[in-house]
RNA sequence: GGCGCGGUGGCAGAGUGGCCAUGCAGGGGACUGCAACUCCCCGUACGCCGGUUCGAUUCCGACCCGCGCCUCCA
């Protein structure tokens, strides 16, 4: 890597596309925030890890090192109603639910992390930095709770835009009597015996949502640090909390970029036009979905929108995958004897990833270079850019097989010899009846110089 | 109400002050006994109204429409 890759992308702090400049090039560091785990990952789940999972490639291609962290969030409010629900110790959903997202995200060809913190297991942290907060005036205790005080940070507000006071104009729920000020936010909260709880300078209880992010961050990648993600609505409140935690325990209020020197914030996965709920039941889950898809499939649809964008999923947006995808593997196969080893990105594919990960851009052009390149450079190229976005990692000829479990071979076989028989003789009214046949069993031909070769519809 | 995002050809989806996005679907052609596969070709898209400009989908302003966040949320 002689020539510096430049990267761009669309901080969210200054709400302008800027160049990205590492606050120490020998060591590039990104925190993404990860799953909440009581349930399945759905399809904005497995964004959200598509999408850092593919910055986190494309830095270790710009940056000899580079540390991406994201955590699990493994003590939380719903978790506990989730255990309470199924009768299950919270330990054994969170651990079951970790694995299955490890899981999936791996068939989405999402990598671990190189560190994935959770949450339990950095009370410790979280304690002192609450501590550190009250220390310097910036939280307090209150009915066993301690709170973030968000008038005493001056610069609250410069990641969403949002003021103090639009915060609590726009306030829907009661606000705790215990509050001092409206717009206040949880740093520990007292836990009853049905509820986990850690021993803390404030009585047993367990950490708001917002501290274990800034905690874990630091503590794993130090501050301040270059990178740090997120789905779009987390920017507010839990982003927006995060930064006047950690700059505030710092002494630093003033300096929002502190904390993390960069944001990046991904879109919103919709489905046929409309927002995933539960009450639309439209709540796709990855797990499921990877029933009926490749891995590779998904990942390719989920990077087929740019990352900053909304995502509409729709059966056209899969089929499209899945055409390029059978594409690109028919060409690896076709060169297969061709010897080549992992080559250059091409340059424009190079360029649109590092344009602010322009994914769509990038597939575009490697639509283009399937056309316009052939032999050793274009399969030395195609494995190199499958390499750097995590497609066609799997063999050509397997991913190109077909499922005949339910499918009578040697009838078709038969037929098929049948109608080779009655083309020699010119009996085209019966070859052609024997096609329609198989097209009805769902069997589509596909006549070659040497043979006749046939597929699922 | 506040904050933010977006409206591009049948669909998906980039991008740009003047020239090609790309893909899917569709149409035409080559190939084929006829098909399929493959290959080639094709469609004058940029929400609306003003303004700046020799020229705007692209810049500026107003308007209309859609979406997200403000409450747990990727």
Redesign the pocket.
């Known amino acids: 890597m002689t020539d510096p890759l430049t990267i761009k992308l669309t901080d969210s702090l200054s709400?302008k596309k800027q160049e990205f400049i590492p606050l120490d090039p020998n060591h590039v560091k990104l925190y993404a925030?990860?799953?909440?785990v009581y349930n399945y990952a759905?399809?904005?789940?497995g964004?959200?890890a598509v999408v850092y999972d593919l910055w986190a490639r494309l830095l270790r291609h710009a940056y000899p090192k580079v540390t991406y962290v994201s955590n699990i969030t493994d003590v939380?409010d719903?978790i506990i109603t989730a255990a309470k629900e199924s009768g299950q110790e919270i330990a054994v959903i969170t651990e079951k639910y970790t694995k299955i997202y490890n899981d999936d995200m791996a068939t989405l060809g999402v990598g671990l992390p190189d560190i994935q913190p959770k949450a339990t297991e950095h009370i410790q942290e979280m304690i002192d930095q609450i501590a550190q907060l009250i220390e310097r005036g910036h939280a307090y205790e209150a009915e066993g709770h301690v709170l973030f005080n968000v008038p005493s940070d001056p610069s609250y507000g410069a990641l969403?835009?949002?003021s103090r006071d639009?915060?609590v104009?726009?306030?829907?729920?009661e606000i705790a009597p215990y509050k001092r000020d409206a717009a206040d936010f949880v740093l520990w909260k007292p836990s009853t015996n049905d509820q986990p709880g850690w021993d803390s300078p404030w009585g047993v209880g367990r950490p708001g949502?917002h501290i274990e992010c800034s905690a874990m961050a630091e503590k794993h990648l130090g501050l301040p640090f270059d990178l740090h993600g997120?789905?779009?609505?987390?920017?507010?409140?839990?982003h927006e909390n995060e930064i006047a935690q950690s700059c505030c325990a710092h002494g630093h209020p003033e300096k929002v970029n502190s904390f993390a020197n960069y944001w990046i914030h991904?879109?919103?996965?919709t489905v046929d036009g409309e927002?995933?709920s539960k009450s639309l039941g439209n709540f796709l889950l990855v797990h499921d979905l990877i029933k009926d898809h490749k891995g590779e499939v998904l990942r390719l649809a989920l990077l087929?929108?740019?990352y900053r964008?909304?995502?509409?999923w729709?059966a056209?947006?899969l089929?499209?995958s899945q055409?390029?995808l059978d594409?690109l593997y028919t060409k690896l196969l076709e060169l297969k004897d061709v010897q080549a080893d992992i080559g250059e990105i091409p340059m424009s594919i190079m360029t649109a990833l590092c344009?602010?990960l322009?994914t769509?851009?990038a597939?575009?052009e490697l639509?283009?270079m399937l056309?316009e390149k052939e032999g050793v450079e274009l399969k030395s190229q195609l494995l190199a850019v499958g390499s750097l976005i995590g497609i066609l990692q799997e063999n050509p000829d397997e991913w190109l097989v077909q499922d005949h479990s339910n499918i009578d071979v040697s009838k078709v076989e038969g037929l098929i010899k049948e109608r080779a028989e009655a083309?020699k003789n010119k009996n085209?009214a019966r070859?052609?009846a024997i096609?329609d046949e198989l097209l009805s069993i769902g069997i589509?031909?596909?006549?070659?110089r040497d043979g006749t070769t046939w597929q699922k519809t």
């Open positions: 709400r925030c990860g799953p909440t759905h399809l904005g789940n964004r959200m939380e719903k969403s835009g949002r639009e915060q104009a726009g306030a829907r729920v949502w997120g789905g779009a609505d987390l920017k507010f409140p839990h991904n879109g919103f996965v927002k995933m087929s929108a740019h964008q909304p995502l509409d729709s056209q947006v089929h499209q055409v390029l594409k344009d602010d322009n769509p851009l597939i575009a639509n283009k056309k083309k085209f070859s052609d096609r589509e031909i596909n006549d070659t």
